[in-house]
């Protein structure tokens, strides 16, 4: 797991991560605020090493688990970083009773003005044991230009795993940046998440920092947008 500069006061660390027996990775973004407080968006398990690259480029100030289903490393997190304030969404105090969080995110707002973020409503997706809400919160850093999802889009291409290759083509995810068949599938509330998608749009971003694929480095918000007109059909346009 290795610390990876994408942008001025913004890292990632990825690491490997299987889901239903398929390897997707997962992927934690640093963020640093004007104050040089540091914010870690849907933290990964943390070595040593990793811990001690992390202090170096400063305090850990806010740590943000982004939906329903990235908070496996959070505990952990929060024990390697005790005087951070910890962010989460709806639903979550239900899934994780021994965090104390400092708040929910379950309105749009802003870190220090330069972090927005905006929950993402609607937005759900079809699994084996049936339809769950990812309650997932999005994020645009302004500097950089970049909008940071987690499962709201997924971009795996031909540098993944064969398995993963296949699977996502399966889903009708691959080689492009869009939500896979069991996100189409699994949303009722299309409205909801056109409106949601409407107000990312209006920022102004370029690279796309995701959860779970390939960094896309530039023109992300034309893909954003084009991934999600096959989405949700001609709700985007209404």
């Not at 409106?195 to 480095?217: C, N, P, T, Y």
Request: charged letters at 15%; aromatic letters at 10%; proline letters at 6%.
């Amino acid at each position: 797991m290795q610390l990876i500069q994408a942008a001025p006061n913004l890292w990632t660390v990825t690491q490997p991560l299987r889901f239903l027996g398929v390897e997707v990775g997962s992927r934690m973004t640093i963020l640093r605020l004007p104050s040089g407080a540091l914010v870690l968006i849907s933290p990964s398990k943390l070595s040593n090493e990793l811990k001690r690259a992390i202090a170096q480029l400063g305090q850990v100030a806010h740590i943000i688990a982004p939906n329903l289903f990235h908070h496996l490393s959070l505990e952990a997190a929060t024990q390697a970083f005790p005087e951070a304030k910890v962010w989460g969404v709806p639903g979550l105090l239900e899934k994780c009773p021994e965090v104390q969080f400092f708040e929910l995110l379950d309105q749009p707002g802003s870190f220090e003005g330069i972090l927005d973020y905006l929950p993402f409503r609607g937005f759900a997706a079809l699994f084996p044991s049936g339809i769950k809400q990812l309650g997932e919160v999005v994020f645009c850093h302004h500097p950089s230009r970049s909008l940071i999802i987690t499962d709201t889009a997924y971009n795996f291409g031909p540098a993944d795993p064969f398995s993963t290759r296949l699977v996502a083509r399966v889903l009708g995810s691959y080689g492009s940046l869009k939500p896979s068949f069991a996100e189409k599938f699994g949303t009722r509330d299309k409205a909801a998440v056109a409106a949601s998608v409407r107000q990312v749009l209006s920022w102004k971003f370029d690279r796309v920092v995701m959860g779970h694929g390939a960094i896309v480095e530039s023109g992300g918000k034309a893909q954003f947008q084009a991934g999600y007109e096959w989405f949700l059909d001609d709700l985007l346009g209404a």
